[in-house]
């Protein structure tokens, strides 16, 4: 799953209007591939807080490398050969290897899927709750100099996964604070992204081939259901 979460930081006086996020306050962005484990597998923190998070994407090392990154095994799923991919949301292109839901006007198929990946795709969010928690400097402003957020926020990614990778006790009530600052500096919503890139048709192909076969295989969920 990728996905990104502001940090809140103190910007530079020159350029500051560059950090200030669609909420009004200054951050740097973290963007995030993680695991079903909560296990953080690639990360980019150094765009300001304005950028769109698909800019944040192309401009990635994960972007650059990913025919090197990405595995490139296929899964037969009935006669089709499927890709491995990384679960994004509306706000990320179709690619190759990044697979997203529908926009628009949806049919219940067409929700269906989507619920299914919102529900895959909380791992992301929990991850990020989990390393916030973990790590309290996260949830409030860094007075530091922003040239040096992206080292503190990598090493808090690596130790994450360390206390993650060795099951250590994680207290509900530290997502409280995180909440907290949630509410302190609410994220800003994603962006949709609505271009189309010619290059990737067969993902259009391959995303209807999975949303019939999982609309054959298993129940029909609804979002309205989903989010109450």
Known sequence: MIDGTHIPIMAPADGRLDYVNRKGW???????????EYQIRDICCKHPGSCHDAFVLKDSNLFKNAD????????????????????????????????????????????????YLSSARMAVENTFGRMKGHWRCLQKRIDIHYSFVPKV??????????????????????????????????????????????????MYIIREHLKNYMADTYALRSSCIHNL
């Open 68 to 115: 090197m990154l990405i595995p490139t095994q296929m899964r037969k799923i009935q006669e089709i050969d499927v890709p491995l991919m990384i679960l994004g949301d509306p706000a990320y292109p179709l690619l190759p290897w990044i697979m997203k839901g529908y926009t628009g006007k949806l049919t219940n198929e067409q929700d269906s899927f989507n619920t």
């Open 26 to 36: 200054t951050s740097i962005i973290l963007q995030a591939v993680v695991d079903h």
């Open 153 to 202: 926020v990598s090493a808090c990614a690596i130790l994450h996964n360390i206390v993650e990778r060795k099951h250590e006790d994680f207290n509900s009530s530290w997502l409280r604070s995180v909440n907290a600052t949630n509410a302190m500096f609410p994220q800003p919503n994603s962006r949709l992204l609505t271009y189309r890139n010619e290059n990737v048709n067969s």
